[in-house]
């Protein structure tokens, strides 16, 4: 083969990949090639089936050998730079096309394969962990046969030769190149903005820098009054730092919110405790080898051991420009994203399009679908978008959409209930929607922003148009209020239900139409409701619309009320913001307009969870024995237990007890299984009397009556005990002080054993501690009742702070995740310990964000309610009820 000048080669090697599961780039699977000239070489080309089209690339990827074989795969070569939300969703919206067309190689930037950058703040904020956000995962790539290049971002394009290098100095060809580089974030310009402690928010790595920061403490400064910045505030604010917002606007959020709707949102923020700053500007940022704070230019110094810049994003057109393509604001492409150059192509919020920049998903996600309709020589083409805005902002709905700033021939119309924290502006011009602004509740969004689109006449609506579309329909029809399946089977195809994956109406249905029979199903195929989870309603309406009685039953309800699981409901009032037991109802359709036994008092349950210090405790919706803070006995009278730490008493408590059994006539006293005192046999009128003699010995309610913290039973320990290892009636006092008074799912007990002896009975509790010369093994899952479970070790820790930090961490993700009613060992079952160990043992800034919380809450739930009722609180339902006249007296009178 020589005498001609061309020789073939093939080799075979094995793909190298991270712990991610991301291929490094440094060996191909199998790699065929040719070269051609004389025996200086002349051109050297190889190629990888599965991998990528390389030039150049020499022997440290390849090794030769003389098989003189050809590749098998010859197909058209798309190298995609940028592994992100725009790039990867073109990938799919391609393959969905013609997945045999392109043999495709994606670099990205990041060591990780393509997560929801939007998702990035729920992570921050501790709710989320990174897997959580992955959109596709290491068997997406493999699966498509698409080679992913993490870690090495392309750095140069030889538009003559067709070629990228990357980074690493690896040098690629393509038949088609694919742009989608996002955005740089801005970082303004002032003295200081390159110290240590100075970062952004835009990927992972940010969010990593600010999880560290955290967890030391202190003071945060995030600059910028947008989404992000406020993004990142509400997540410091959870991780425990103090957090100043310094927003160089008037009012936060301007290009989304108006005015009023900005006042809200800044008053909402403040009340959870971070401080806002607007109209302020920065001069500088100082410190001494780090950041130590900021100068604002009135002369005001805000201290910070952390700043977070978030004043906006610009679009990544570097790479584009020196490559010579035509760049503006952004990245110049045609209706199918066609650049100057014809075999370049971008997308995302890299791009210029017909003169904007677009930076929400549903354009981009339009763009995608414009640019695989032209890899694959279809004709529809991007003409642009109508944005609307949802966003959840610190739990807080805003929506907005359109012109809202007014103007001449513009009417506004306008709801405003400051206390409930709702705003709602509607913009009207010639009866047509041309602008809307909502905050707190924005169910009625994505129906102003279809009416919006569509130009329609509203001018027979007009009067209800402001209460929104169940109720406009009540008016235009004369008949009843839709429905909620009927609205959303009234929404067009192209209205949104799913803004953050940008899934239309009609895409959803289709989705449905090809046989996702479930709303798990439409979330793995179309992603509707696969991330912040706001409209899963929509969605299951959909789905009730285009199947009926087809619908395939997901997991047990919450009750009979509602076609929403625990689950569902939790997320629900997370995600929309809900603030009351009515609220949610309504918001979720509950199917009777009060609701049952068994679901008011789990949705009591979740919002008091959901909203420490914010949401007012429904004692309507509590069963007796927690409305009356006693036990309720057989005979009508009640038992009362105090608290005892630990299990510790001393002679002034057993005096006042001795007291109260002879002053109130108590038949009984016992003692109970977790070492406290039981009253039996007091009057429901003596109640809050009781309560008062005991509460003046310093006593306090044992919550035996409650779905709460009741007993932290311990041993003696080293104290006295000759085998005791540790301090645990020491520890146990202190987790108690710690843990008293919080609200749960069901009723939780805890032990403290001073050795393996395990006199306390640590190993059958929800929490157990048993105490090693070594230091502490902890426990949790127990229960000793009917169905008697031992616990699962969580781990071994080797001080006592650690052993208070664990336990906090864990009683808070029970009472976050777990369901109402649903005690830690069956939890446990279901989930799976390997899970709590990856959430408290394994990530420990996630184990300090739900310390944080737990005591955040605790700060608003250790209120003895004995001493409220003692004073006066609900006296009503201490009121003894009269005798019922007899009917014949009635009758006489």
């Known amino acids: 083969m020589q005498g001609t000048g061309l020789s073939f080669f093939h080799s075979r090697g094995g793909p190298q990949t991270d712990d991610q599961g991301a291929y490094d780039g440094k060996a191909a699977i199998q790699t065929s090639g040719f070269r051609t000239g004389g025996p200086d070489g002349g051109l050297f080309l190889f190629w990888s089936r599965r991998m990528d089209f390389q030039n150049n690339a020499g022997p440290e990827t390849a090794s ?3 098989l003189f074989m050809p590749s098998d795969d010859v197909r058209e070569h798309l190298v995609v730079v940028g592994n992100g939300m725009a790039g990867c969703r073109a990938v799919e919206e391609l ?10 190689t994606i670099f990205g930037a990041e060591p990780h394969v393509n997560y929801n950058r939007i998702m990035l703040s729920p992570v921050l904020a501790g709710e989320k962990s990174f897997d959580d956000i992955i959109i596709n995962s290491r068997d997406w790539y493999s699966d498509n046969n698409i080679e992913l290049i993490a870690g090495d971002p392309v750095t140069a394009i030889d538009r003559a030769g067709k070629t990228v290098t990357s980074q690493s100095g690896r040098t690629v060809g393509y038949d088609k190149l694919l742009i989608a580089t996002g955005s740089d974030p801005f970082i303004i310009p002032v003295p200081g903005k390159d110290l240590p402690g100075v970062i952004s928010f835009r990927d992972m790595k940010d969010v990593d820098a600010m999880l560290e920061a955290a967890g030391k403490g202190g003071d945060a400064v995030v600059i910028g009054g947008g989404l992000l910045g406020l993004e990142a505030a509400h997540g410091l604010t959870l991780r425990g730092m103090k957090v100043t917002v310094i927003h160089l606007m008037d009012t936060l959020m301007e290009r989304q919110l108006d005015e009023a709707a900005g006042w809200l949102l800044k008053s909402a923020l403040e009340g959870r405790g971070q401080t806002i700053l607007t109209g302020a500007n920065t001069e500088s940022i100082y410190g001494d080898g780090k950041v130590e704070g900021v100068r604002l230019k009135d002369g005001r110094d805000i201290p910070a051991s952390l700043v977070v810049m978030a ?18 604001r952004g990245i110049r492409v045609d209706d199918h994203m066609v650049t100057s150059d014809p075999d370049i192509l971008a997308v995302g919020e890299c791009v210029e399009h017909d003169g904007n920049v677009y930076g929400l998903v549903a354009p981009l996600w339009e763009m995608c679908r414009s640019l695989a309709d032209g890899l694959t020589d279809r004709h529809s083409g991007y003409k642009g978008s109508v944005t ?12 907005s959409a359109g012109d809202f700033s007014g103007g001449e021939g513009c009417e506004d119309i306008v709801l405003r209930d400051a206390s409930r924290g709702i705003y709602k502006r509607v913009v009207v011009r010639n009866d047509r929607i041309v602008g809307a602004v909502l905050y707190g509740d924005t169910v009625d969004g994505g129906w102003y922003f279809d009416l919006l689109k569509r130009e329609e006449d509203v001018s027979g609506i007009r009067d209800l148009l402001i209460f929104g579309q169940a109720y406009a329909a009540l008016g235009a029809s004369g008949g009843g209020a839709l429905d909620p399946k009927a609205a959303v089977a009234a929404l067009s195809d192209d209205a949104e239900i799913c803004g953050c994956n ?9 989705c449905i139409e090809k046989g996702a029979c479930s709303l798990d199903a439409v979330r793995a195929t179309c992603k509707a409701s696969a991330s912040c989870g706001s409209c899963t309603g929509l969605v299951e309406n959909l789905l009730s619309v285009v199947l009926g009685d087809e619908v395939q039953s997901g997991p047990k309800t919450l009750c009979k009320c509602t076609s929403f699981t625990h689950d569902d409901v939790r997320r629900e009032i997370v995600a929309q913001n809900m603030r009351s037991i009515p609220e949610v109802m309504q918001l979720l359709h509950w199917s009777t307009p009060d609701g049952c036994s068994s679901c008011r008092p789990a949705l009591n349950y979740y919002l008091l969870c959901a909203l420490p210090g914010e949401y007012r405790d429904d004692q309507q919706s509590r069963f007796v024995n927690e409305r009356m803070h006693a036990n309720i006995q057989k005979d009508g009278t009640y038992s009362v237990v105090p608290r005892m730490w630990g299990g510790l008493t001393s002679p002034r408590e057993l005096r006042a007890i001795a007291d109260v059994v002879e002053k109130y006539n108590a038949p009984m006293v016992k003692v109970t299984g977790g070492q406290r005192l039981d009253i039996f046999g007091i009057r429901k009128e003596d109640l809050p009397a009781v309560w008062a003699d005991l509460n003046a010995a310093g006593m306090v309610s044992g919550h035996a009556y409650g779905k709460s913290l009741r007993t932290v039973k311990t041993c003696v320990g080293s104290e006295w005990c000759r085998f005791g290892t540790q301090d645990s009636t020491g520890l146990g006092v202190r987790i108690e002080r ?3 008074g919080s609200w749960m799912p069901h009723k939780f007990k805890i032990a403290a054993s001073g050795c393996p002896r395990n006199c306390a009975e640590a190993t059958i509790k929800d929490f157990g501690v048993v105490c090693v010369d070594s230091g502490y093994e902890l426990h949790v899952g127990g229960n000793g ?13 080797a001080t006592e702070q650690e052993a208070l930090d664990h336990c906090a961490a864990f009683i808070q993700l029970y009472r976050e995740e777990a369901r109402y009613l649903e005690r830690t060992a069956p939890w446990i079952e279901r989930v799976g310990v390997d899970y709590v160990k990856s959430r408290i043992v394994e990530d420990e800034a996630g184990r300090e964000a739900l310390r944080s919380r737990f005591l955040y809450s605790q700060s608003f739930s250790q209120d003895d309610p004995w001493a409220q009722r003692a004073a006066g609180a609900d006296s009503e339902l201490h009121q003894p009820l009269e005798p019922p006249m007899p009917f014949g007296a009635i009758a006489a009178e």
């Open 785 to 797: 009742g009917i169905h008697v479970r031992a616990t699962d070790l969580l781990c071994k820790v």
């Open 95 to 104: 393959l969905a096309r013609d997945r045999d067309r392109y043999r495709v």
């Open 64 to 66: 030769e050998e003389a």
């Open 738 to 740: 710690m843990t008293w």
């Open 388 to 399: 609307s805005t949802k966003l959840k902002v610190a739990g807080l709905d805003v929506f």
């Open 502 to 510: 940008g899934v239309a109406k009609g895409q959803v249905v289709a």
């Open 311 to 328: 004043v906006g994003i610009r679009p990544s057109t570097a790479l584009a420009r020196e490559a010579g393509l035509e760049v503006d």
